[in-house]
């Protein structure tokens, strides 16, 4: 075998493409997720029966379904109905689907964490539904939602190596490959978890620089 | 103009308001006694829809209040309220809370509200402190934005819930000489307090609740010098001279 350092410098451009791959992955879900627990939290707080059930059941639904489950069936199911997706957007939808659910709940804690005195004074100067979340209760549901939201974001990087299942070209699966490859097990999957590492570690630090920012504001 | 016909309110099987008869006349300042639990709070809260009432009317010139229909948002701008626990917007400074209501309910022009909301933070001596956020005041200075910001909205009436409640003993002063300046130039109000000294003084009427009925009602004179009824003089000596 040769040299360690040569090692990694040899495998070191094809996991970079993997880490690419696993940012894009993960921003993507990120965007998307968010965008769909905002819907369901807000249909759960909207005070109207028939907004309220339906998002309490989808979540619960999708919430009882492995990730892995809910991706074999975007990318090996949808097709035979019709929804032909590639391994990328499979993955992208099948994390999003699933971190929808908890970055919802995430997003509903906050929203009920508000002080019911915000709701009144907001009702109190005429504001109707709609604005006084707007403007006054998810200003405040965001910050108190920041930390578990932040938790998310890096549980929702750390599980998009499971769509190397459906062949998604991320870093765990160039790792996969890799060390199939070379059989250097060791380097690999090292290199592999430093690089996961590389991501996660910044992420945390800044979580914890915006909330000690927001905290500070009020 | 904010009348109360036989109103009757039930939080579940209890009933809080058994019957309640009272009118308020514009530029009248009425002031709602009682223990806690006397119902007090509750009735004020009918009176912009924050709590809704099973049965009678409650009205403001007329027009009848129904905390569920559509109408109670625009009755909610004509109505202000302050709140015992000020209640302001900690995401926004003392001049945004004064405006916010203005300029994104009202949709008034943004610079016409700063200039009059600044010079009603002026008017409750916070000229300094309109850039502040909350958490950055203290009680007393909290109080004196939500009233300016009730006041912004150039309501008919506003209604207090018990405004000088949660302030320390030497921040009521302030929060009330606000009031009775308020009281001097005819602003109708309707307020919940513990403060008798204070009744005595700004109102045109007190309001004598005892467990969801009107013990007693007249001049602030008669109800509170003179009360006629045993729970209303009960209360008085223990509010007057506390244990």
Redesign the interface.
């Known amino acids: 075998m040769s040299p360690l350092l040569e090692r990694i410098q040899e495998y070191l451009p094809l996991l970079t493409t993997g880490l690419w791959q696993t940012v894009a992955v993960t921003l993507l879900s990120l965007v998307l997720a968010s965008a769909l627990g905002l819907v369901w939290a807000l249909m759960r707080s909207s005070g109207t029966r028939w907004l309220s059930l339906p998002a309490r059941y989808i979540v619960e639904f999708l919430r009882g379904i492995p990730i892995l489950v809910v991706l074999f069936y975007i990318y090996f199911v949808m097709p035979e109905l019709g929804l032909d997706l590639t391994a990328f957007q499979a993955g992208v939808v099948g994390l999003a689907l699933t971190y929808s659910c908890y970055i919802g709940e995430t997003f509903r804690g906050g929203i009920e964490a508000v002080?019911r005195?915000?709701v009144?004074?907001?009702?109190?100067?005429?504001?109707?539904h709609g604005?006084m979340m707007r403007?006054?209760v998810l200003?405040?549901a965001f910050?108190i939602a920041l930390p578990p939201y932040g938790n998310n974001m890096v549980m929702l990087l750390k599980d998009s190596s499971q769509v190397s299942v459906i062949s998604v070209a991320e870093l765990t699966m160039q790792g996969k490959m890799l060390a199939s490859s070379t059989f250097d097990n060791m380097t690999v999957f090292t290199m592999v978890a430093a690089l996961y590492l590389c991501l996660t570690i910044p992420l945390n630090i800044l979580m914890r620089r915006v909330e000690l920012k927001l905290g500070a504001?009020? | 103009m904010i009348r109360f016909e036989n109103v009757h309110k039930s939080f579940g099987k209890h009933e809080v308001l058994k019957g309640i008869d009272a009118e308020v006349d514009k530029g009248q300042v009425m002031c709602l006694i009682g223990a806690s639990g006397s119902g007090k709070s509750t009735m004020l809260r009918c009176v912009?829809?924050?709590e809704d009432y099973q049965s009678g009317r409650i009205s403001i010139d007329g027009e009848t209040i129904n905390a569920h229909a559509s109408s109670i948002?625009?009755i909610?701008?004509r109505v202000?309220?302050v709140?015992q626990?000020f209640?302001?917007?900690?995401?926004m400074t003392a001049l945004q809370n004064v405006m916010?209501?203005p300029i994104?309910?009202?949709g008034e022009n943004r610079d016409e509200v700063r200039a009059r909301a600044e010079e009603h933070l002026r008017r409750v001596g916070l000229a300094e402190k309109m850039d502040f956020?909350p958490?950055a005041l203290s009680g007393g200075q909290q109080q004196r934005v939500a009233i300016a910001?009730a006041l912004a909205?150039r309501p008919d009436a506003i209604l207090l819930d018990e405004p000088t409640s949660a302030l320390d003993p030497e921040m009521v002063g302030e929060v009330l000489s606000v009031l009775r300046d308020l009281a001097q130039e005819r602003m109708t109000m309707l307020i919940v307090t513990h403060e008798i000294q204070f009744a005595r003084e700004v109102a045109d009427g007190v309001i004598f609740l005892d467990q969801g009925r009107i013990a007693e009602h007249g001049s602030a004179e008669a109800v509170l010098s003179k009360p006629t009824h045993p729970r209303t003089q009960d209360f008085l000596r223990r509010v007057t001279h506390p244990v």
Do not use: C, W
Request: proline share 4%; charged share 25%; glycine share 8%.
């Open positions: 002080d005195g915000q009144e004074a907001a009702k109190s100067i005429g504001m109707k604005k403007r006054i200003p405040q910050r504001a009020t | 912009n829809g924050l948002h625009a909610r701008t202000a309220m709140f626990r209640n302001l917007f900690p995401h916010e209501g994104h309910v009202l956020y958490s910001r909205m």
